[in-house]
C-alpha cells in the first residue's frame, strides 16, 4: 500500500469525479469530496514523511522504467507543495457544502464537486509527476475544471472573465507545450531528471544554444500567465472575483503556487541548480515581480469590491513569491518556497471570510461591510487576523515569510528592494485597514440588518486557517525546514 | 549562569484572557491589584533572572533585568495600575487592548535581544491602536488609522535595521550600538519614530486626544517612554540626538501655546518633556542616563495625575476643549488637589520630583559645555508653564469661564479606589522631591547628587518666577478661544494626510505660499494616483482579451530577445552577421 501512495494521490480525486457524476446527490456528493479530499492530504502527510526520512521516491507506472516510462518523482519540493494542495483541498471541501447550496443552482451541484475534484487532481498531477510532457497534460486537465468553475458564478460576468481566462490559460498551456516540445527536440526525452541530464551531458547550457533560449522564453512567459505575474496577471482579477466562493479559495491558494512550483521545476532542477538561472530569468523576472508587488498593492487600495482587492493583492504577494526566487540564493528561495504556503494559509483564509459574508449580505462591497464587526464577529475577527497575517505582524505567519524576503534581499545586498517589500507591507496595512475600518467604526447600513453570523460548517474551516496563521507564526519549525531542504535541493547544495 | 523565572510582562500578557472573560467584579480586582503585585515581583526577581525560548526559529530571551529596565517598567506598571482604576467602569474591550499593550511595553524594558523587541514592539502598535480607537470622537477611527500607520512604518524601518544588522554580523543581543551604518541608522530611525522624534512629531497630539479618557492615561506613559528606553539602551552618547531632542523640546512648547484642547495640550507637552530626555540620551554620561531614567519615571507619574485630571473633566462636561471648561475647581476639589502637585512638579519647583530629575539633566549638559543645549533647555523648562504647568490647571480647572461649563448629570469628583489612581502618582510626585537620595541609590549609575544647594533652588526661582509672572500678564491673551487660524489649520491637516502639514514646514515654509504649491501637488499626486490605479485606472480596469494577447506576444519576444542578449549569443551573432 504504501508504495503506491504517490498514484494513490492523483487517482483518487480522479476517480472521485465520475464517480460525482454518477451518484447525482448533493449530499453523498459532498461525502465523497470530503472523504477523497481528506484521504489525500494523509496521502501527503505520508509521502512527505518518506520522503524526509528515506529521500526522494521514485515511482514507475505501470511498472516501465525511467526514460520510456511515465515516472512519478517526490522530492523535497514537491511533497511540500502537495502538502499546501491537499491541506486547502481538505479545509475547503467541508466549507463547499453551504456555500455551494447558497451560490450553485441545484442540479448543477455534482458538476461542481466533480469539476472540483478534476481540478484538484490535476494540480496534484502536476505537482507529483516527473514528466514534462504529463505534467502539461495535467496542466490542461486542471485549467479547463478551472475555467468551467469560474464560470459557474452567480454573476453573469463570471462567463466573460471564465470565457478571458480560457483564452489566456490555453496561450500559456501552447507556449508550456512549445516550450517543452522544443526541449524535446534538443534531447529527445521528457523525463525532468533526464532532461537535466542529457542537457548537461551535451554542454548545451554553457554554450548558450538558441533553441534551448526560446524554449526558455516560452516557458516563462507561459508560467508567468499562468501564475499571473505582472503584466500577463490581467486575468485574474476577474477571474477571482467572479467564480464563487469555494472556487476562489481553493484556486486563490493553490492554483498559482502549483505555477510557481512549475517555474522552480524548469528553472532549477531541468537548468542545473540555477547557474544560467542566475545569469539571465533571475534579472528579468526581478522587474515584474517588484512592479507586481507595488503596482498590485497600490491597485487594491483604490478596490471597491472587496474579493477584487484580494484578487489584487494576490498579484502582489505573488510577486514575493518570484522575487524570493530571482535571488537564487538559499535563503531567497526558502522565502519565497516558505511564501507559497503561508500566502496558502493567508489567501485562503481571506477569500473564505468573504465567502461567508457572501453568505449572510450577498455582496462583497466595501460598504456593505458596515457594522459587520457587530453582526458577524466570528468572520470579521478572522478577517482582522488574516490581514495582520498580510500585513506581516509578528506571531502571524506572514512575518515569518517577511522576514526571510527582507533578510534574503539584504543578503543580497539589495537595500532598494528590501524597502520595497517593506513599502509593500505597509500598503497592505492600508487596503486591510480600509475593510476593517468600514466593519468596526461605520455606523449601520440603513437597508441590511438581518444577517447574522454564518454557519458553523463556514466558520470552522475559517477558524482552523486562523489557528494555522497564528502558530505557524509562533512555531515555524516545520515549513521553514521543509523550505530550506527544498531550497538546498533545487541549488543543489548540501542534501 | 541564568536561572529561569517567569517574566512579568507575560504576566500581564497572560491576565488578558482573565478581563476578557472572568466576571466583572473580578476582573476588576485584577485591575486593581495584579500591577502591583507584579511590581513587587520585578524588584524580588534577582538580577540573574532569565527566560529564553525558542519561537519561529529564533532564540530569544524574554527576560534580561537591568537597572535601567527595572525603573521603566516600575513607571509603566503604576501607570498601568493608576490607568486600570481609572478605567475601572469602562468597557472590556479597552481593559484587554490596555493591558496587552502595557504588557508589551513592559516586555520591552526586559527583554534580552533584538527581535523580541521588534515583536512586542509590533504588538504595542496594534494593541495601542485599538486603544486609541476606544474613543468616541467624530474623527477617531481615521487618527486611529494614522497612528497605526506611522507606527508601522516605524516598525518597518526597525525591521529593516534589525536583519540588516544581524546579516552583517552584529549580536542580536539588546546592547549599546554604533551608529556606524544604514543598519543601526535604520533602527535609530525606528525608536525615534516611536519617541515623537521629527517629521513624524505630530502624531503624539494627533491620536491621544482621539482616546477615552482612561485609554489616554496608558498612551500618555507607554509607548514615547518605551522609545527613550530603547534609545537610552542602545543608543546613548549618540551626537545626532541632541539636535533631535532639542527640536521636540521646542515643538511642544510652540504647538501648546497655541492649543485650546486640554489633553492635546498634555499630548504636546509629552514631546516637550520627551525631548528632554532625548537630548540627555544624546549626552548619554552616566549623570545624563541617571536623569533620562528618573525624568521618564518623574515625567509618567506627574502626567499620568493630569491626564487623569482632564479625563474627569471631560467625562464630567463631555468637553475637552478649553473655551467650554474652566471653574470646575470647586465642584472637583481632590482632583484639583492633586492636579496642583503634578503641575509644581511638572515645573520643577522645589521639593517636587521633576526639580530633582531635571537638574540631573541640566548638570550634565554643563558638565559637557553644551552651552546653546542648556540655553534651550531651561528656556524650554520655564515653559512649561504655558503648557503643562499652570496654563492646564488654569483652563481646566480655576479659570473663571465666561459662561459655566455642561456639567453632566450623574458625574462627581473621583470617588472610592480612583482616588488610589490619582492620588499616589501625585504622593510619589512630592516623596521624590523631599527625599531624593532615597530613590537616587536605585537609579542605574551610583553617583552623589546634591540638589538643594542654595545656589540651584536660587536659579529654579530666577527661571520660573519670571515665566510665572509673564504667563499672568499674558493672560488674556491666552484665553481660550476657537481661533479660525487653528480651524484651517486643522482642515489643512486632514487634507495633508500625514507628515507635510508639521513643524519643520511650518517653521521653514511659513508663507503660505508653499503651503499651496505643496497642498495642490498633494492633491494632484493622489488625482494621479487614482488615475492610474483607481478602479477605472489603466493597471485596474479590465482589458479586451485580443489586446492581452498581442502584449503576451510582445513579451515573448522581448523575453528572447533579452535572453538571447544575457547569454550573449545575440552579440556574436550581430557582430559576425555584419
Not at chain 2, 549580536?171 to 543598519?183: D, G, R
Not at chain 2, 492620588?423 to 510626585?429: Q, S
Not at chain 2, 501637488?521 to 498581442?550: E, M, Q
Request: with cysteine; glycine share 8%; proline share 4%.
Amino acid at each position: 500500500m504504501n508504495a503506491h501512495l504517490p498514484v494513490l494521490q492523483v487517482i483518487l480525486p480522479l476517480l472521485g469525479a465520475p464517480l460525482c457524476m454518477l451518484t447525482r446527490s448533493a449530499r453523498l456528493n459532498w461525502l465523497i469530496t470530503i472523504a477523497v479530499s481528506w484521504s489525500g492530504f494523509v496521502i501527503s502527510l505520508l509521502l512527505a514523511q518518506q520522503v524526509w526520512v528515506n529521500g526522494p521516491i521514485t515511482y514507475n507506472m505501470g511498472g516501465w522504467v525511467a526514460p520510456w516510462g511515465i515516472t512519478y518523482h517526490i522530492d523535497a519540493l514537491n511533497a511540500f507543495v502537495l502538502i499546501i494542495v491537499t491541506m486547502i483541498a481538505a479545509l475547503v471541501a467541508p466549507y463547499a457544502r453551504r456555500s455551494i447550496q447558497k451560490e450553485i443552482d441545484r442540479h448543477r451541484q455534482a458538476v461542481f464537486y466533480a469539476l472540483l475534484l478534476l481540478c484538484q487532481a490535476g494540480l496534484l498531477g502536476i505537482v507529483i509527476t516527473g514528466d514534462a510532457f504529463n505534467m502539461y497534460v495535467f496542466l490542461e486537465l486542471s485549467s479547463l475544471s478551472s475555467y468551467a468553475l469560474i464560470a459557474m458564478g452567480k454573476r453573469r460576468r463570471g462567463l466573460t472573465a471564465a470565457f478571458q481566462y480560457l483564452i489566456m490559460g490555453t496561450i500559456g498551456a501552447t507556449f508550456i507545450l512549445i516550450g517543452i516540445g522544443l526541449l524535446y527536440n534538443l534531447t529527445g526525452t521528457l523525463n525532468i531528471l533526464d532532461l537535466a541530464e542529457q542537457l548537461n551531458k551535451h554542454h548545451l547550457i554553457a554554450t548558450g544554444n538558441r533553441t534551448l533560449i526560446t524554449a526558455f522564453a516560452f516557458l516563462t512567459v507561459g508560467l508567468s500567465l499562468k501564475l499571473a505575474l505582472f503584466p500577463l496577471h490581467l486575468w485574474l482579477p476577474n477571474a477571482y472575483s467572479y467564480a464563487p466562493s469555494v472556487v476562489t479559495i481553493f484556486l486563490a491558494a493553490t492554483a498559482t503556487k502549483v505555477a510557481v512550483y512549475m517555474l522552480l521545476r524548469f528553472c532549477f532542477t531541468i537548468l542545473g541548480h540555477g547557474a544560467l538561472f542566475q545569469m539571465t530569468l533571475g534579472k528579468i523576472i526581478l522587474l515584474p515581480s517588484l512592479c507586481a508587488i507595488f503596482i498590485g498593492s497600490i491597485v487594491a487600495i483604490f478596490q471597491y469590491d472587496i474579493k477584487r482587492m484580494l484578487a489584487y493583492s494576490s498579484i502582489a504577494q505573488i510577486g514575493y513569491m518570484t522575487l524570493g526566487i530571482t535571488m537564487a540564493t538559499p535563503l531567497g528561495l526558502t522565502a519565497g518556497i516558505l511564501h507559497l504556503f503561508n500566502h496558502a494559509l493567508m489567501k485562503g483564509l481571506l477569500f473564505m471570510t468573504m465567502g461567508a459574508v457572501i453568505y449572510r449580505v450577498d455582496s462583497v462591497y466595501l460598504s456593505d461591510f458596515r457594522g459587520l464587526g457587530k453582526r458577524m464577529p466570528w468572520t470579521m475577527a478572522a478577517f482582522v487576523i488574516g490581514g495582520l497575517s498580510l500585513m506581516g505582524v509578528p506571531l502571524t505567519a506572514g512575518f515569518i515569510s517577511k522576514w526571510y524576503l527582507v533578510k534574503s534581499a539584504l543578503e543580497c545586498g539589495w537595500w532598494p528592494v528590501a524597502g520595497l517589500i517593506l513599502i509593500g507591507s505597509l500598503l497592505a496595512v492600508i487596503y486591510v485597514w480600509r475593510v476593517v475600518e468600514t466593519a468596526y467604526f461605520n455606523p449601520d447600513h440603513e437597508l441590511e440588518q438581518r444577517s447574522c453570523e454564518a454557519p458553523l460548517s463556514l466558520l470552522l474551516p475559517m477558524w482552523i486557517l486562523v489557528i494555522a496563521n497564528i502558530y505557524f507564526g509562533i512555531n515555524s519549525d516545520l515549513p521553514l525546514s521543509m523550505a530550506a531542504r527544498a531550497a538546498n535541493l533545487l541549488l543543489g547544495v548540501g542534501v | 549562569m541564568t536561572s529561569n523565572f517567569f517574566p512579568p510582562g507575560l504576566i500581564l500578557f497572560a491576565a488578558v484572557p482573565a478581563l476578557a472573560l472572568l466576571p466583572r467584579r473580578a476582573a476588576q480586582c485584577i485591575l486593581g491589584l495584579l500591577p502591583l503585585a507584579i511590581l513587587a515581583y520585578l524588584w524580588w526577581l534577582p538580577d540573574s533572572a532569565g527566560f529564553e525560548l525558542r519561537l519561529a526559529g529564533f532564540e530569544l530571551r524574554w527576560l534580561h533585568l537591568s537597572a535601567m529596565g527595572r525603573l521603566f517598567a516600575s513607571a509603566f506598571l503604576i501607570a498601568t495600575w493608576a490607568g486600570g482604576l481609572f478605567a475601572w467602569g469602562e468597557k472590556r474591550r479597552e481593559w484587554c487592548s490596555a493591558y496587552t499593550y502595557a504588557a508589551a511595553a513592559l516586555s520591552i524594558t526586559h527583554c534580552g535581544d533584538l527581535i523580541s523587541l521588534f515583536i512586542f514592539w509590533e504588538l504595542m502598535a496594534v494593541a495601542s491602536t485599538l486603544l486609541v480607537w476606544t474613543g468616541s470622537f467624530r474623527g477617531t477611527p481615521a487618527a486611529g488609522m494614522r497612528y497605526l500607520l506611522v507606527h508601522l512604518t516605524g516598525g518597518v524601518l526597525l525591521m529593516g535595521g534589525i536583519a540588516g544588522h544581524l546579516l552583517h554580523g552584529g549580536s542580536p543581543t539588546m546592547q549599546a550600538m554604533e551608529l556606524t551604518n544604514v543598519s543601526s541608522g535604520l533602527i535609530l530611525a525606528g525608536f525615534l519614530i516611536n519617541a515623537g522624534a521629527p517629521p513624524f512629531s505630530f502624531w503624539v497630539a494627533d491620536a491621544y486626544p482621539h482616546s477615552s479618557p482612561s485609554a489616554m492615561v496608558f498612551l500618555s506613559a507607554l509607548t514615547t517612554k518605551t522609545a527613550v528606553f530603547v534609545l537610552a539602551y542602545c543608543f546613548a552618547g549618540t551626537a545626532i540626538l541632541i539636535p533631535v531632542g532639542l527640536y521636540m523640546a521646542i515643538y511642544g512648547v510652540i504647538y501648546a501655546l497655541r492649543e485650546n484642547n486640554v489633553r492635546r495640550i498634555l499630548a504636546y507637552s509629552i514631546v516637550n518633556q520627551v525631548g528632554f530626555m532625548v537630548v540627555a540620551v544624546g549626552i548619554g554620561d552616566e549623570t545624563a542616563l541617571n536623569g533620562v531614567t528618573l525624568h521618564a519615571l518623574v515625567h509618567i507619574l506627574y502626567k499620568t495625575v493630569l491626564v487623569i485630571a482632564a479625563g474627569t473633566a471631560l467625562r464630567a462636561t463631555g468637553s475637552q476643549l478649553g473655551t467650554q471648561l474652566g471653574g470646575l475647581a470647586s465642584r472637583l476639589p481632590f482632583v484639583s488637589l492633586c492636579t496642583v502637585i503634578a503641575a509644581a512638579a511638572s515645573m520643577g519647583i522645589p521639593l517636587t520630583s521633576s526639580f530633582i530629575s531635571k537638574s540631573l539633566i541640566l548638570q550634565s549638559a554643563t558638565e559637557h559645555h553644551l552651552a546653546g543645549a542648556w540655553i534651550i533647555l531651561v528656556a524650554c523648562s520655564a515653559a512649561v508653564v504655558f503648557n503643562a504647568g499652570i496654563r492646564f490647571a488654569w483652563l481646566t480647572l480655576f479659570r473663571t469661564p465666561d459662561s459655566p461649563p455642561r456639567w453632566q448629570e450623574n458625574a462627581t469628583d473621583v470617588i472610592g479606589f480612583q482616588r488610589l489612581a490619582i492620588g499616589v502618582p501625585a504622593f510619589l510626585c512630592l516623596a521624590i522631591g523631599c527625599a531624593p537620595q532615597l530613590f537616587y541609590h536605585l537609579l542605574p549609575y551610583q553617583g552623589s547628587y546634591h540638589p538643594y544647594t542654595a545656589v540651584h533652588i536660587i536659579e529654579q526661582f530666577q527661571i520660573l518666577l519670571p515665566a510665572i509672572v509673564l504667563f499672568w500678564l499674558a493672560r488674556p491673551l491666552l484665553a481660550p478661544r476657537p481661533l479660525i487660524q487653528l480651524d484651517t489649520d486643522w482642515l489643512l491637516r486632514k487634507l495633508l494626510l500625514f507628515s507635510w502639514q508639521d513643524g519643520v514646514l511650518r517653521l521653514l515654509y511659513i508663507t503660505l505660499n508653499l503651503r499651496d504649491v505643496i497642498l495642490t501637488s498633494s492633491v494632484r499626486s493622489f488625482k494621479f494616483l487614482f488615475r492610474h490605479y483607481g478602479p477605472r485606472g489603466i493597471l485596474a480596469r479590465s482589458w479586451p482579451t485580443g489586446s492581452i494577447a498581442l502584449w503576451v506576444a510582445l513579451i515573448l519576444a522581448s523575453y528572447v530577445v533579452l535572453y538571447s542578449l544575457q547569454s550573449r549569443s545575440l552579440w556574436q551573432f550581430v557582430h559576425s552577421g555584419f
